[in-house]
């Protein structure tokens, strides 16, 4: 079975069961207050946070663990030790779908992620 296209972040939000719905459009409000010179946009069917076209998070909805991308490697490798109780991958980690926000965690990985970028 093919997955639906999502046409924006709130379509794909709101096909979400409401628990990831929450935990995701936190993240993504997070995310977006802090700094406010980013914007979000659908990428590759998920959620996806740039700034000026460059991507700078990601997140995205599975069956039973969501997952947050800071489009780095190094960025991964770099928090390593503050992402430990997390399932980590090469660029990306997994969250729990009802997940309390390290907000302080999150702002540091964007954090990362700009300064890489810059």
Not at 47 to 75: D, E, M, Q
Not at 102 to 111: C, F, H
Request: aromatic share 12%; glycine share 2%.
């Amino acid at each position: 079975m093919k997955s639906p296209k999502f046409n924006s972040v709130e379509e794909y939000l709101a096909s979400l069961d409401p628990t990831k719905e929450r935990t995701l459009r936190s993240v993504i409000d997070l995310i977006l207050t802090q700094f406010p010179e980013l914007e979000s946009k659908m990428s590759w069917n998920v959620p996806n946070i740039h700034r000026n076209g460059k991507y700078v998070v990601g997140v995205c909805a599975y069956k039973h663990h969501l997952t947050f991308s800071p489009w780095s490697f190094r960025v991964i490798e770099n928090f390593k030790v503050r992402l430990g109780k997390f399932v980590l991958f090469k660029n990306c980690f997994q969250i729990p779908v009802d997940w309390e926000i390290d907000e302080e965690l999150v702002k540091d990985l964007v954090r990362a992620r700009l300064a890489e970028l810059d």
